[in-house]
T-cell receptor, first 116, second 119 residues
Framework: DAGVIQSPRHEVTEMGQEVTLRCKPI?????LFWYRQTMMRGLELLIYFNNNVPIDDSGMPEDRFSAKMPNASFSTLKIQPSEPRDSAVYFC??????????????FGPGTRLTVT | GENVEQHPSTLSVQEGDSAVIKCTYS??????FPWYKQELGKGPQLIID?????GEKKDQRIAVTLNKTAKHFSLHITETQPEDSAVYFCAAGSLRRGFSAGTASKLTFGTGTRLQVTL
């Protein structure tokens, strides 16, 4: 398996622009998580889905952030409009949530977002 | 909600020495405690996990201990090697009784420990 796939790997955009980050979870995994990592705040959970349904979005910082999971193999995280303080590395992770007695979250390589 | 504190933030040890990283959690409902290793430019990767029905778990040079009463858990790395240099994160989560596969719960991560193993 190719693991969790994220695109793009790097994104540089200007303040005010819309940014869309994409994630393909590991095939067969039922749960997907979006995290943001910064030096100041560490690794923060933004939102997670079980079986394509958003379960907890309490970590989404503002209405400028939205996430969707239209099917089991694809999710997007959108920021509109983007601001410099959104600059961070965004990770997507997926898990089978207990199948084969494993709760491991498999992380993608991340998208490094820079908003100027 | 859950709050996880992790210490130290940086740790430097000589090759062959042991390294210990400690975490505390606040929510007594948490019963799942994984440790992740993050290498430069990569996403975190699970190295070991422990559930609350176990006090200690070992996997080769890595061990984790859990004290439910005190709400703290620790990662122990023995005979450290240069390739152990990375950032390590502890986390806490809740696997609910009657938990059905495919319905994962969220994890709260610590702030990370940067481990440097020197020659």
């Amino acid at each position: 398996d190719a693991g969790v796939i994220q695109s793009p790997r790097h994104e540089v955009t200007e303040m005010g622009q819309e940014v869309t980050l994409r994630c393909k979870p590991i095939s067969g995994h039922n749960s997907l998580f979006w995290y943001r990592q910064t030096m100041m705040r560490g690794l923060e959970l933004l939102i997670y889905f079980n079986n394509n349904v958003p379960i907890d979005d309490s970590g989404m910082p503002e209405d400028r952030f939205s996430a969707k999971m239209p099917n089991a193999s694809f999710s997007t995280l959108k920021i509109q409009p983007s601001e410099p303080r959104d600059s961070a590395v965004y990770f997507c992770a997926s898990t089978s949530g207990g199948y084969s007695n494993s709760y491991e979250q498999y992380f993608g390589p991340g998208t490094r977002l820079t908003v100027t | 909600g859950e709050n996880v504190e992790q210490h130290p933030s940086t740790l430097s040890v000589q090759e062959g020495d042991s390294a210990v990283i400690k975490c505390t959690y606040s929510d007594s409902a948490s019963n799942y405690f994984p440790w992740y290793k993050q290498e430069l430019g990569k996403g975190p990767q699970l190295i070991i996990d422990i559930r609350s029905n176990v006090g200690e778990k070992k996997d080769q040079r890595i061990a984790v201990t859990l004290n439910k009463t005190a709400k703290h858990f620790s990662l122990h790395i023995t005979e450290t090697q240069p390739e152990d240099s990375a950032v390590y994160f502890c986390a806490a989560g809740s696997l609910r009784r009657g938990f059905s596969a495919g319905t994962a719960s969220k994890l709260t991560f610590g702030t990370g420990t940067r481990l440097q193993v020197t020659l």
